[in-house]
C-alpha cells in the first residue's frame, strides 16, 4: 500500500515562491512515479509536474512549466515542488500522487495511471 502525506500549502501573495512536500516511503519512491496534480476552484484534477523513479526525468504542464520544479529527496523520502512566480490562478488544491492502484479516482497523466493519492494541501495566492 502506497501513502502520501502533503504538506507546505498555505497563503503567498502574487509573484511569491512556495515549497510542497509530499512525504512517502523510500520503496515508493523508488518504484513508482511521484506527481503533483492540482484542482483548481470548479475545474477538474490537472497534472502539473511528475519525476520517474529510474532516471529522474521530470514532465511538467505547459502552464507551469519555467515556474515550478519537481525533485526529489531520497535521503528524506520527500517530494518537492517549488513554485515560484505564483499567480492566483495558482489557486487551488495540490495533491501527491503515485502511479499504484487503480480505481475510480484514477487519473491519467503523461502516460501514467495515478491511483493513489495524499490527502491534499490548500494553495492560496491572494494580496
Known amino acids: 500500500q502506497v501513502q502520501l502525506v502533503e504538506s507546505g500549502g498555505g497563503l503567498v501573495q502574487p509573484g511569491g515562491s512556495l515549497r510542497l512536500s509530499c512525504a512517502a516511503s523510500r520503496r515508493t519512491l523508488d518504484y513508482y512515479t511521484i506527481a503533483w496534480f492540482r484542482q483548481l476552484p470548479g475545474q477538474e484534477r490537472e497534472g502539473v509536474a511528475s519525476?520517474?523513479?529510474?532516471?529522474?526525468?521530470?514532465n511538467y504542464a505547459q502552464s507551469v512549466a519555467g515556474r515550478f520544479t519537481i525533485s526529489k529527496d531520497t535521503a528524506k523520502n520527500t517530494v518537492y515542488l517549488q513554485m515560484t512566480s505564483l499567480r492566483p490562478e495558482d489557486t487551488g488544491t495540490y495533491y501527491c500522487?503515485?502511479?499504484?492502484?487503480?480505481?475510480?479516482?484514477?487519473?491519467?497523466?503523461?502516460?501514467?495511471?495515478?491511483?493513489?493519492w495524499g490527502q491534499g494541501t490548500q494553495v492560496t495566492v491572494s494580496s
Open positions: 500522487a503515485a502511479d499504484y492502484g487503480a480505481g475510480s479516482d484514477s487519473v491519467l497523466w503523461g502516460g501514467h495511471y495515478f491511483g493513489s
Open positions: 519525476v520517474h523513479p529510474y532516471d529522474g526525468s521530470t
